[in-house]
């Protein structure tokens, strides 16, 4: 029996293929998994998804779970630890920036109820649903330049637009699917 029709990206690499099936635009409502994926998401700025794909257990172990207090009460002792841990991306601006992030986003969390709540306020709470029929996906757009604004005026880092597009693409506010990927909601 072939395999299914999926988007390109992923590729034949099964960590890929299990992330795009399971998790890559699947609408996420959770804080916790919010979390996790934009403190991934800013790990991965300037390289590949599958090297942080590779790294995540790594994270979940570095950062406590992905636990935004634990996060928020790390530090400079703790980021001199991290540069030391080669199951994460040593970088010191990024591993800060995990750190920071982790306050801002606990500091939303008490304003507005819950994360997920504010981010999905941006599409009204339902999911964007884009139809391409080509790999020509955009690198950002005008909602993840309105997201990325509105982090980075909250406090946060390694937030760009770009970096927000990818994550509003993984966490299901956006999805991308490829029309002939078996998970394009409108495919047929």
């Known amino acids: 029996m072939p395999a299914p029709a999926r988007c390109a990206w992923c590729g034949d690499d099964p960590l890929y293929v299990a992330y795009h099936d399971q998790e890559w635009g699947r609408p996420e409502r959770d804080d916790s998994k919010l979390f996790e994926m934009l403190i991934l998401e800013g790990a991965q700025a300037g390289l590949s998804w599958i090297t942080i794909l590779r790294k995540r257990e790594g994270y979940r172990r570095a950062f ?87 982090l980075k005026k909250a406090g946060m880092n390694f937030v760009g637009s770009t970096v927000i597009y990818a994550y509003l693409q993984a966490c299901g506010v956006v999805n991308d699917h490829m029309s002939d990927c078996f998970l394009c909601p409108d495919r047929g």
């Open 64 to 150: 406590h779970g992905f636990d935004p207090v634990k996060v928020a009460a790390m530090d400079e002792n703790d980021v001199e630890r991290l540069m030391q841990d080669a199951g994460i991306v040593r970088n010191r601006l990024k591993i800060r920036s995990a750190i920071r992030n982790a306050k801002v986003f606990l500091q939303m969390q008490r304003q507005h109820g819950s994360f997920a709540g504010w981010l999905w306020a941006h599409v009204d709470g339902r999911p964007l649903l884009r139809r391409h029929d080509d790999e020509r996906v955009p690198a950002s757009t005008e909602l993840s330049d309105r997201v990325s604004k509105a």
